[in-house]
Every structure is written in C-alpha cells, then in structure tokens.
C-alpha cells in the first residue's frame, strides 16, 4: 500500500517540484492583485492627450498636474478627504473605546443578564445595517441630524464584531486578579478601566483602530443616504458623482489622479502597518 | 470568584453601567430602525410626482406587489450568480494557498511579502476599486488598448454591454477583494490542526496532495462552513461595486442588479413601504443564516 502510494501519478514531484509551482501560482496571483494599482499609477501620471493614445507601461510626467486639477476641480475633492478622515477617526476612537469597555463588562464582572447580554450581542452580529437603513434614515430625519456627521460616527460604539475580539483578547490578556489587585490599592472602577485595562489592551485596540477606520473610510451607503450638501460629502460619494458624471467628456488624466488619490493614502498606510493587519485577521480567526 | 461574593456583587452593578454605551446606542440607532423598518414595510407610503400618498396601512400589500412582480427574483438570481462566480474560485485559491502557506515542508520564502499583497485589495475603497475597473475596461480603456496590441483582440470588446462579461468583472472584483481574508481565515484553522496528525499520516507514506484531502479538509469543515456562509452573507449585501461600475443600473437590461441596489433605489425615491417589506425580506434571510454562524461559533466556544 504504501510503495503503491510513494509511486502514485503526482508523487513524482518532490519538495522542489511543489515549491516551484507553489512560487510560480504565488507570483501569477501577486500579479493579479497588483496589476490594476500598476496601471492606475501609470494612468495618473500621464496627460489626457496620452491616454487617448492608448497603453504605455513607462510613467509620464503629468501626475502633478492632474492631482492640481483634481484639487481645483468641480468636485470637493479635498474636502471630501477632510470629512472621510474626520468621520473614519471618530469612528475608530469611539468604537475602540466603547468595544473594549462592552467587552470588559461581560469579561470582568457577573451580573444576572450577563449571558442574555453576551448572546444577544453575538446574536446580533451578523445583521447587516442595509437592513435597518429605512427605519434609521427616518429616525434620523426625525431627529434633526439628517445630512450630519452624527448618525456616521455615534453608532459605532455600538460595534458586535469589534466587541467580539476585544473580548476574546481579554480572556488571553487581562487576567481578572490583575483587577482584583487594583481595587485593593482603591482604585475606583471606571480609573481602573482607564488606566490599567485600556493600557493593556493596545495591541488589540491598534488592530481594530485601523479596521473601523478603514470600513468607516470606505462605507457608501449610508454615507450616501444620509448626505445630501456637497461640502458634507466623503470621497466614496465624490467618486459614484464621478461616475455618474459625463464620462466621455472629461479629462481622463483627471479621474485617474482623483482614483488614485482615494486609493493610494490607504496603501501607503497599510504597508506601513501591515504586520499588525494581517497579524490581527489571523488573531480574529483562530478565536472565531 | 465565588469566594469572595459579598465583595464581588457590591462591584457588580458596574457590568451594567459599563454596558450602558452599548445598550443605548444599539437601541437607538439599530433596534428602532429595524422595528419602525419592519413596521414601515404594513404601510403604502410613496411619492409619485409631487403628490404624497400615504402612509396608509395596507396588510401585506407591499408583501404581494414585491414579491408578485417578479424583479425581486431576478435581483436575487443575479446576486446570487455573481457571488457564486466569485465565490468558488475564492474558496479553491484560498484552500490552495493556505495548504501551502502552512505546509512546514515547503518552507515558502517571503510569505510576509504574499500575505500583505493578496491582502491588499481587501482594504482599498470597493467604489474606488470599482471606478478604477470602469475606466481600465472602458471601450477605449488600457485593457481593450493592451489585449489590442498584444494582437489578442481586433476591435474594442464592450466589456460593459455584455451580461457575462459585467458579471464577470463583479465577481472578479470581489474575488480579488476577499480571497486574501479567506486565506488567512482557512490558514489559521489549518495551523491549528494537530502537528501529530500529519507526521502519523507522512509515516504511513501518505502524499501531501492525500493528507490534504483524507486530513486537512475534513478537518477544516466548520471553518469552511463557516467562511462561506458568513461570504453569503456578505455576498447578499453587495452593493458598491455593482452600483459604481454600472452607475446604479445593473446594465446591460438590469442583468448586474443586485437585492441591495433595488433597496437603493426605494429608499433614493422614498418608497417606504416597499423598501420596507425588501428590507424585512433580506432581514429574514440574513437571520437564518446568521443563525447557523451562531451555532458554528457556539460549537466552536464548547471545546
């Protein structure tokens, strides 16, 4: 049987064969993923004269130039970053901060709907806030905060999935006699939160700081609903007016640059912080 | 704990009070919505031109004319083959690279440099992805420029004129988007398998291609179940890229419109009621199938 095995139709390939295609099929895929940022970067550096021409792979040297009339445009580019940036960093603060102390709730103290709670927030986790967007667009509008930043930033304290993972981090990280030795030394409750949990729970924090950030960054829907004034709009939206806009009569070295300008920010930050991003997917995974 | 309960208890209302945030806020901006949603959807309540009409309380009226009218049908058949297209090639990629990246034999070089590059699509802006898809296969675009040169094609190809080649390029763009995730989901199952396993299984003379087969997938099932329903899920609420590429009309013939781009248009134009019975349907659907994530997690927790 095992003779039988070792001379099998695949098993001719040794370590070095399987090496060798699991390289080539690596670097075909590296390919595909990197291919279109490629094209993009060399789109945005050339003059819509060029483009008109067709394909080059080398550079030109226009990308100043169609990022200046990117800016000075009839879309509110720049504004349009401000707002994303604004909206995605008061997101990510808040939703980091209020997950951690959902999370410490259930993970530090025993109370009687302790479980209810821990339930009904996985329960939750998965509805997705298509969903609910009538019913919150119409309390919205009820609420005077219809084409406000508001109703984009508050519900992110209100995070199932950030919970989830800050709490599976306490339960490695934040041992419970740790605590019980802070109320010893007197300190309140809420200090104790702030000044020896939040500490210890900044690896985790960092993690889920850039994912709130970068799906607050990237969301269009409910952006897209609840906006309406053209100052108040974030890039995602800025970019479907591009779309929408007649195509064919605009500068391509325009559209490109303005593309590249929503696109690139987020690529240069996550190659600086890419270890922890793909180090946290992995860390989320193990535990989900 | 539990020796020291007296204690314990007089520390105890802090659990609710530190869950105050949540609870607020989830009431609020989740909770109401989705019942004044499900309430919204027993009512007719539209504009048609100028005039306001309703909202007045119909039953399931709006219940009958969604799911009557046949479009919703076609939305959901549509949504559902552009997440198989992508789906299925993502779970074999995924499976494939995260047998190899946690296969010790290989020992793979630069795995940090692949996992941040097939990571990277996931982060970027799906509209700004999607944008850049439109104009790189534009009629007069660089890819119909390149396969032009390359001798490939003769004429353009009108990439956004044809139902499968839209299709295609939704898939293609979530596949791109997703599959770095679903790898590193499916290689960190794979990494906690039993190193044990596998060295009895290479004793006995199995071949890695058998030890991935007859161990590592068997192995892996909840995980996978896992991954594909919570991609489902996931799937049924695609939106951005289908809505930016064909600019919110699913073209050619509304063969690229999804379930969620439909509900955009009702809430765009105020329907309520029937964006409201569309909103309870998906609500319904993304229930049950939570549900079952529910039980796999729970499973999971057990052991």
Same mark, same amino acid.
């Given at each position: 049987?095992?003779?039988?095995?070792?001379?099998?139709?695949?098993?001719?390939?040794?370590?070095?064969?399987?090496?060798?295609?699991?390289?080539?099929?690596?670097?075909?895929?590296?390919?595909?993923?990197?291919?279109?940022?490629?094209?993009?970067?060399?789109?945005?550096?050339?003059?819509?004269?060029?483009?008109?021409?067709?394909?080059?792979?080398?550079?030109?040297?226009?990308?100043?130039?169609?990022?200046?009339?990117?800016?000075?445009?009839?879309?509110?580019?720049?504004?349009?970053?401000? @707002?994303?940036?604004?909206?995605?960093?008061?997101?990510?603060?808040?939703?980091?901060?209020?997950?951690?102390?959902?999370?410490?709730?259930?993970?530090?103290?025993?109370?009687?709907?302790?479980?209810?709670?821990?339930?009904?927030?996985?329960?939750?986790?998965?509805?997705?806030?298509?969903?609910?967007?009538?019913?919150?667009?119409?309390?919205?509008?009820?609420?005077?905060?219809?084409?406000?930043?508001?109703?984009?930033?508050?519900?992110?304290?209100?995070?199932? +999935?950030?919970?989830?993972?800050?709490?599976?981090?306490?339960?490695?990280?934040?041992?419970?006699?740790?605590?019980?030795?802070?109320?010893?030394?007197?300190?309140?409750?809420?200090?104790?939160?702030? @000044?020896?949990?939040?500490?210890?729970?900044?690896?985790?924090?960092?993690?889920?700081?850039?994912?709130?950030?970068?799906?607050?960054?990237?969301?269009?829907?409910?952006?897209?609903?609840?906006?309406?004034?053209?100052?108040?709009?974030?890039?995602?939206?800025?970019?479907?007016?591009?779309?929408?806009?007649?195509?064919?009569?605009?500068?391509?070295?325009? +559209?490109?640059?303005?593309?590249?300008?929503?696109?690139?920010?987020?690529?240069? +930050?996550?190659?600086?912080?890419?270890?922890?991003? +793909?180090?946290?997917?992995?860390?989320?995974?193990?535990?989900? | 704990?539990?020796?020291?309960?007296?204690?314990?208890?007089?520390?105890?209302?802090?659990?609710?009070?530190?869950?105050?945030?949540?609870?607020?806020?989830?009431?609020?901006?989740?909770?109401?919505?989705?019942?004044?949603?499900?309430?919204?959807?027993?009512?007719?309540?539209?504009?048609?031109?100028?005039?306001?009409?309703?909202?007045?309380?119909?039953?399931?009226?709006?219940?009958?004319?969604?799911?009557?009218?046949?479009?919703?049908?076609?939305?959901?058949?549509?949504?559902?083959?552009?997440?198989?297209?992508?789906?299925?090639?993502?779970?074999?990629?995924?499976? /494939?690279?995260?047998?190899?990246?946690?296969?010790?034999?290989?020992?793979?070089?630069?795995?940090?440099?692949?996992?941040?590059?097939?990571?990277?699509?996931?982060?970027?802006?799906?509209?700004?992805?999607?944008?850049?898809?439109?104009?790189?296969?534009?009629?007069?675009?660089?890819?119909?420029?390149?396969?032009?040169?390359?001798?490939?094609?003769?004429?353009?190809?009108?990439?956004?004129?044809?139902?499968?080649?839209?299709?295609?390029?939704?898939?293609?763009?979530?596949?791109?988007?997703?599959?770095?995730?679903?790898?590193?989901?499916?290689?960190?199952?794979?990494?906690?398998?039993?190193?044990?396993?596998?060295?009895?299984?290479?004793?006995?003379?199995?071949?890695?291609?058998?030890?991935?087969?007859?161990?590592?997938?068997?192995?892996?099932?909840?995980?996978?179940?896992?991954?594909?329903?919570?991609?489902?899920?996931?799937?049924?609420?695609?939106?951005?890229?289908?809505?930016?590429?064909?600019?919110?009309?699913?073209?050619?013939?509304?063969?690229?419109?999804?379930?969620?781009?439909?509900?955009?248009?009702?809430?765009?134009?105020?329907?309520?009621?029937?964006?409201?019975?569309?909103?309870?349907? /998906?609500?319904?659907?993304?229930?049950?199938?939570?549900?079952?994530?529910?039980?796999?997690?729970?499973?999971?927790?057990?052991?």
């Amino acid at each position: 049987m095992s003779n039988d095995v070792v001379k099998g139709p695949d098993k001719g390939m040794g370590v070095h064969g399987r090496r060798a295609v699991s390289y080539i099929v690596l670097i075909l895929i590296s390919f595909l993923c990197l291919f279109w940022f490629y094209v993009l970067f060399i789109n945005a550096t050339r003059s819509h004269a060029e483009l008109t021409k067709g394909f080059t792979p080398v550079p030109s040297s226009f990308l100043i130039t169609n990022l200046k009339n990117v800016f000075t445009g009839t879309l509110p580019v720049v504004r349009g970053m401000l @707002n994303s940036l604004l909206i995605a960093a008061c997101s990510a603060v808040l939703c980091t901060y209020f997950s951690t102390m959902t999370a410490y709730a259930i993970h530090a103290y025993d109370f009687k709907l302790k479980k209810f709670m821990s339930t009904f927030i996985l329960a939750v986790m998965m509805i997705p806030a298509q969903v609910t967007a009538l019913g919150f667009l119409q309390l919205i509008g009820k609420m005077g905060l219809d084409d406000s930043f508001i109703p984009l930033i508050v519900p992110s304290i209100a995070a199932p +999935v950030t919970y989830f993972y800050m709490k599976q981090y306490m339960e490695s990280a934040l041992p419970l006699s740790l605590i019980e030795a802070a109320r010893i030394d007197g300190s309140g409750e809420f200090r104790t939160f702030n @000044n020896i949990v939040l500490p210890l729970m900044k690896p985790a924090i960092a993690v889920q700081a850039i994912f709130t950030f970068v799906s607050s960054w990237n969301n269009y829907f409910t952006p897209a609903l609840v906006l309406h004034t053209d100052t108040k709009k974030t890039l995602p939206i800025l970019i479907a007016q591009l779309r929408s806009a007649d195509f064919l009569k605009f500068d391509m070295g325009q +559209v490109y640059a303005m593309i590249a300008f929503s696109i690139f920010p987020v690529i240069v +930050v996550y190659l600086l912080l890419s270890k922890y991003i +793909v180090g946290g997917v992995a860390v989320g995974a193990v535990k989900g | 704990m539990n020796n020291s309960k007296g204690k314990v208890v007089r520390y105890n209302k802090w659990g609710y009070i530190f869950l105050i945030p949540f609870i607020v806020v989830y009431v609020v901006f989740q909770l109401i919505p989705l019942v004044s949603t499900i309430y919204n959807s027993f009512f007719e309540n539209y504009r048609s031109g100028l005039t306001q009409v309703g909202p007045n309380f119909v039953g399931l009226a709006n219940y009958a004319a969604l799911f009557s009218g046949g479009k919703i049908w076609i939305y959901l058949k549509n949504t559902m083959i552009m997440w198989i297209m992508g789906f299925i090639p993502q779970i074999v990629i995924s499976l /494939l690279l995260g047998a190899w990246f946690s296969d010790p034999s290989l020992r793979l070089k630069g795995q940090r440099f692949f996992k941040t590059v097939i990571y990277l699509p996931n982060l970027i802006m799906a509209s700004a992805f999607a944008m850049l898809f439109f104009t790189l296969f534009a009629d007069t675009g660089p890819i119909n420029s390149i396969l032009m040169n390359l001798g490939i094609l003769s004429s353009p190809f009108k990439f956004m004129s044809n139902v499968w080649s839209v299709r295609s390029l939704v898939a293609f763009m979530n596949l791109l988007m997703w599959f770095g995730n679903t790898t590193i989901l499916l290689m960190a199952g794979m990494m906690g398998i039993d190193t044990s396993l596998f060295e009895a299984a290479q004793v006995d003379g199995a071949t890695s291609t058998q030890i991935f087969w007859r161990i590592t997938l068997p192995l892996l099932r909840p995980i996978l179940l896992y991954v594909m329903i919570t991609s489902l899920i996931g799937g049924l609420q695609m939106f951005d890229v289908p809505q930016i590429l064909t600019n919110g009309t699913g073209q050619p013939a509304e063969t690229s419109m999804t379930l969620i781009m439909f509900l955009n248009k009702h809430l765009f134009s105020k329907n309520f009621g029937m964006g409201g019975a569309l909103s309870v349907f /998906l609500f319904i659907v993304t229930g049950i199938l939570s549900l079952i994530v529910f039980r796999i997690n729970s499973v999971g927790n057990k052991d």
